[in-house]
C-alpha cells in the first residue's frame, strides 16, 4: 500500500531539503535520496564559499537574495555563524590582461602585488602582472547550512528516505505513484532536486527532456608547512577560472576547475587534470608538491544556458524542477527554496528575490519548451 504525503521530493542534498523544509510547513512532504545519507553528491564536496559575484546573472540575484540569510539564521537554526571572513584573489600573469576588465565588472579591486605578497609569502609575485581582490567572499559552513535544513525539515514533520532509489512514476485520478526501492509512494506533486540525475528522473516521469548536463570537478588536499599559515590565505584562482586553491581544515584544497561533461555517477577525481593544476601552482607558489593527499571528485549540474531549472514542467502536471544548479547551489539555497515554494503554492517571485532582479523567465523549464 503506498504511503500519501501531499509533495515528494526527489533527493536528498541542499535543493532538496532546503526546499521541503520550506515547504514542510504548510504541506506533507517525504524527501528521497538513493544514498544513505544527506548530501552524499554535489553537496558534500563542494568548495564551501559565498562569492555573490561569481556566475550568471541570475545565479548573482539568487546568490545576494541569500545574503541576509546566511548571515543572520535563527540561532536554532544553526549554533554558529554560517559564514566566515576568507577574501578572494583574481591572479593575473602574462597574456591574461584581458580578465583584469572582466573581473573589475564584478567589483573586484586592483590588489597591489606587494599587498599579496604579505597576504601569501609564498607567492610568486613576479610570475604575476597584476591581481584584483573581491573581499566580500567568506567561506559558508556548508554541513553546518544542509544539518540546519534536514533539522528544521524533520522538526515540521517531514520524512526522510535514505537508501530508497526512484525505479519508476505513474498517474493515477491525478496523483503521483512513486515507485522506490523501499515500497511506492503517492503525492500530488513531484519536486525534482536529483542533481546529476535530474533528466534521468524527468524521463521516468515522462516530463520534458532538459539536457541537465554534470560536468566533474576535481580537487586535491595539499599539506603545507605550518610556518606557511595557509588558514589565512584567500582563496585564489587563474584568470579565466583555470585552477584555483583555497584553505581547508588546515590543508590546502587544489582544484583544476575542470568542467568534463560525464554520465552520472559517483565521482573521482581526474588525475591528468590535478596534475595540470599542480604545475599551475608551481607556477605561483614558492613550494614543491611532492605529495599528493586526499583526492576527491564532485559533479556540477548545467543546463545548455548555464542557469538553473525552476518551475513547473510543460508536459506533465504537477511535477516540478529544481535543478541546474551549476555548482552555485549552496550558496543560493536560501533564495531557491523560498522560490520554489511560493512559486508550488501559486504565489508571486517572494519581493526581496524579484528585487535582485532575477526574472522567472531566465529560469523557468518553458524556456526548453518546443
Not at 47 to 59: Q, R, W
Not at 82 to 111: K, N, W, Y
Not at 264 to 276: C, G, I, T, V
Not at 309 to 323: K, S, Y
Given at each position: 500500500m503506498s504511503r500519501i504525503f501531499d509533495i515528494v521530493v526527489v533527493g536528498g542534498g541542499m535543493a532538496g531539503f532546503s526546499a521541503a523544509a520550506e515547504l514542510a510547513e504548510t504541506h506533507k512532504v517525504?524527501?528521497?535520496?538513493?544514498?544513505?545519507?544527506?548530501?552524499?553528491?554535489?553537496?558534500?564536496?563542494?568548495?564551501?564559499?559565498?562569492?555573490?559575484?561569481?556566475?550568471?546573472?541570475?545565479?548573482?540575484?539568487?546568490?545576494?537574495?541569500?545574503?541576509?540569510?546566511?548571515?543572520?539564521?535563527?540561532?536554532?537554526?544553526?549554533?554558529?555563524?554560517?559564514?566566515?571572513?576568507?577574501?578572494?584573489?583574481?591572479?593575473?600573469?602574462?597574456?591574461?590582461?584581458?580578465?583584469?576588465?572582466?573581473?573589475?565588472?564584478?567589483?573586484?579591486?586592483?590588489?597591489?602585488?606587494?599587498?599579496?605578497?604579505?597576504?601569501?609569502?609564498?607567492?610568486?609575485?613576479?610570475?604575476?602582472?597584476?591581481?584584483?581582490?573581491?573581499?566580500?567572499?567568506?567561506?559558508?559552513?556548508?554541513?553546518?547550512?544542509?544539518?540546519?535544513?534536514?533539522?528544521?525539515?524533520?522538526?515540521?514533520g517531514g520524512t526522510v528516505l535514505t537508501k530508497a532509489e526512484v525505479t519508476g512514476f505513474t498517474r493515477h485520478y491525478g496523483a503521483w505513484q512513486v515507485q522506490t526501492s523501499d515500497g511506492?509512494?503517492?503525492?500530488?506533486?513531484?519536486?525534482?532536486?536529483?542533481?546529476?540525475?535530474?533528466?534521468?528522473?524527468?524521463?521516468?516521469?515522462?516530463?520534458?527532456?532538459?539536457?541537465?548536463t554534470p560536468k566533474r570537478r576535481s580537487a586535491v588536499l595539499l599539506d603545507l608547512p605550518e610556518s606557511a599559515n595557509v588558514d589565512h590565505w584567500p582563496l585564489c584562482f587563474g584568470a579565466g577560472e583555470t585552477f584555483y586553491f583555497k584553505p581547508m581544515g588546515g590543508k590546502l584544497m587544489l582544484s583544476p576547475a575542470d568542467a568534463t561533461p560525464v554520465e552520472p555517477h559517483d565521482a573521482w577525481a581526474d588525475d591528468m587534470a590535478l596534475a595540470e593544476a599542480v604545475e599551475k601552482f608551481h607556477n605561483v607558489i614558492d613550494f614543491e608538491v611532492t605529495h599528493i593527499g586526499h583526492t576527491w571528485g564532485g559533479l556540477r549540474s548545467f543546463a545548455a544556458d548555464g542557469n538553473p531549472v525552476v518551475g513547473f514542467d510543460e508536459q506533465v502536471e504537477n511535477f516540478f524542477w529544481l535543478a541546474g544548479q551549476g555548482g552555485y547551489g549552496i550558496q543560493t539555497a536560501p533564495a531557491l527554496s523560498r522560490l520554489s515554494a511560493a512559486l508550488i503554492d501559486g504565489r508571486q517571485i517572494p519581493d526581496d528575490i524579484a528585487a535582485q532582479g532575477l526574472e522567472a523567465a531566465s529560469i523557468s523549464p518553458a524556456r526548453f519548451a518546443n
Amino acid at each position: 500500500m503506498s504511503r500519501i504525503f501531499d509533495i515528494v521530493v526527489v533527493g536528498g542534498g541542499m535543493a532538496g531539503f532546503s526546499a521541503a523544509a520550506e515547504l514542510a510547513e504548510t504541506h506533507k512532504v517525504c524527501v528521497v535520496e538513493r544514498e544513505p545519507q544527506a548530501g552524499y553528491h554535489s553537496t558534500g564536496r563542494s568548495a564551501a564559499t559565498f562569492v555573490p559575484s561569481y556566475g550568471p546573472p541570475a545565479i548573482q540575484a539568487l546568490a545576494r537574495a541569500s545574503e541576509a540569510f546566511f548571515e543572520a539564521a535563527p540561532n536554532d537554526f544553526a549554533a554558529a555563524p554560517l559564514l566566515s571572513p576568507r577574501g578572494e584573489v583574481m591572479m593575473i600573469g602574462p597574456g591574461d590582461e584581458a580578465h583584469m576588465a572582466e573581473g573589475q565588472a564584478l567589483g573586484l579591486r586592483p590588489l597591489p602585488l606587494d599587498e599579496l605578497k604579505q597576504k601569501i609569502p609564498l607567492m610568486k609575485t613576479d610570475a604575476l602582472t597584476a591581481a584584483l581582490s573581491d573581499d566580500h567572499a567568506r567561506d559558508l559552513d556548508v554541513d553546518l547550512l544542509l544539518q540546519g535544513y534536514v533539522k528544521l525539515f524533520r522538526a515540521r514533520g517531514g520524512t526522510v528516505l535514505t537508501k530508497a532509489e526512484v525505479t519508476g512514476f505513474t498517474r493515477h485520478y491525478g496523483a503521483w505513484q512513486v515507485q522506490t526501492s523501499d515500497g511506492d509512494l503517492s503525492s500530488s506533486m513531484v519536486v525534482n532536486a536529483a542533481g546529476a540525475w535530474a533528466t534521468t528522473i524527468a524521463g521516468l516521469a515522462k516530463a520534458q527532456a532538459i539536457e541537465v548536463t554534470p560536468k566533474r570537478r576535481s580537487a586535491v588536499l595539499l599539506d603545507l608547512p605550518e610556518s606557511a599559515n595557509v588558514d589565512h590565505w584567500p582563496l585564489c584562482f587563474g584568470a579565466g577560472e583555470t585552477f584555483y586553491f583555497k584553505p581547508m581544515g588546515g590543508k590546502l584544497m587544489l582544484s583544476p576547475a575542470d568542467a568534463t561533461p560525464v554520465e552520472p555517477h559517483d565521482a573521482w577525481a581526474d588525475d591528468m587534470a590535478l596534475a595540470e593544476a599542480v604545475e599551475k601552482f608551481h607556477n605561483v607558489i614558492d613550494f614543491e608538491v611532492t605529495h599528493i593527499g586526499h583526492t576527491w571528485g564532485g559533479l556540477r549540474s548545467f543546463a545548455a544556458d548555464g542557469n538553473p531549472v525552476v518551475g513547473f514542467d510543460e508536459q506533465v502536471e504537477n511535477f516540478f524542477w529544481l535543478a541546474g544548479q551549476g555548482g552555485y547551489g549552496i550558496q543560493t539555497a536560501p533564495a531557491l527554496s523560498r522560490l520554489s515554494a511560493a512559486l508550488i503554492d501559486g504565489r508571486q517571485i517572494p519581493d526581496d528575490i524579484a528585487a535582485q532582479g532575477l526574472e522567472a523567465a531566465s529560469i523557468s523549464p518553458a524556456r526548453f519548451a518546443n
